[in-house]
Nanobody, 121 residues
Framework: QVQLVESGGGLTQAGGSLRLSCAAS????????MGWYRQTPGVQRELVAV???????TYADSVKGRFTISRDNAKNTVYLQMNSLKPEDTAVYYCNANVNLRNNMGTRNYWGQGTQVTVSS
């Protein structure tokens, strides 16, 4: 019913920048929360940056001052600008959206397929 398509991952050196995009499409009436999580092997998926309501955002302490989340409501798209990247930022980054579906079909949580970000030292 809803698809999240991510793009923008890749390989960069420490200190570099990458920009991730996530576009939501499908049977969307409105979007509650939307943002980014990341996961490394053997570690629980963790919040990176999320719009928790309206324009209110929350960030992981480890990325504050380096990462910026933004959104284009007309396109149901969120972006994650990642600057001053560190090797410890290496992970698979997942887009997440909590969506109110059309036709009173309720509220559901969706995940993207993930995009790899690798930061070399």
């Amino acid at each position: 019913q809803v698809q999240l398509v991510e793009s923008g991952g890749g390989l960069t050196q420490a200190g570099g920048s990458l920009r991730l995009s996530c576009a939501a499409s499908g049977s969307i009436f409105s979007i509650n929360k939307m943002g980014w999580y990341r996961q490394t092997p053997g570690v629980q998926r963790e919040l990176v940056a999320v719009f928790i309501s309206g324009s209110t955002t929350t960030y992981a302490d480890s990325v504050k001052g380096r990462f910026t989340i933004s959104r284009d409501n007309a396109k149901n798209t969120v972006y994650l600008q990642m600057n001053s990247l560190k090797p410890e930022d290496t992970a698979v980054y997942y887009c997440n959206a909590n969506v109110n579906l059309r036709n009173n079909m309720g509220t559901r949580n969706y995940w993207g397929q993930g995009t790899q970000v690798t930061v070399s030292s």
